[in-house]
């Protein structure tokens, strides 16, 4: 079984952090855009962390500037999974670095997916399903005596 990633959003060196919020909007699918060039190379992020850093961080700006290229606030190179790597690789990204989504690239650092927590969690819900998936059909109706016993 392969954890699912899904199409990441994507934006093009120069684009301003108003389109880019906008892109976030429109897909209603996360919380970040990723930056890519001509070719589908990885160059970058934006998070909505990079943009709320900036608000309420040490180095507080007066404020965000919408018409602002992306790369004045993205982050670059960003922590990436290959595709051969495993869930446990991607766990441990996030886990490292506090990340909600992790960019999958290939051998040539072109973007071809994103993962996100709720992959991980429908990856782990459809491999151990009796495991994750023990609530009697009922939830309010009560058990007896212990399961086996």
Excluded: W
Aim: with cysteine.
């Amino acid at each position: 079984m392969v954890v699912g990633r899904r199409l990441p959003v994507t934006v093009s060196p120069g684009t301003s952090i108003a389109d880019c919020l906008r892109a976030i909007q429109r897909t209603g699918t996360g919380d970040s855009v990723f930056v890519t060039d001509d070719d589908g190379r990885l160059l970058g992020v934006l998070t909505e962390r990079d943009i709320f850093g900036r608000l309420v961080g040490p180095d507080v700006a007066p404020a965000v500037d919408l018409d602002a290229a992306v790369e004045t606030y993205m982050t670059t190179s960003p922590h990436t999974l290959r595709l051969a790597q495993t869930v446990l690789d991607a766990l441990e990204i996030m886990q490292s670095g506090r990340y909600r989504n992790v960019p999958v690239v290939d051998d040539d650092h072109r973007l071809v997916g994103v993962v996100r927590q709720v992959d991980i969690l429908k990856f782990f819900a459809e491999s151990f399903p009796e495991e994750l998936l023990n609530l009697p059909p009922r939830p309010h109706q009560r058990m007896e005596q212990a399961e086996g016993g």
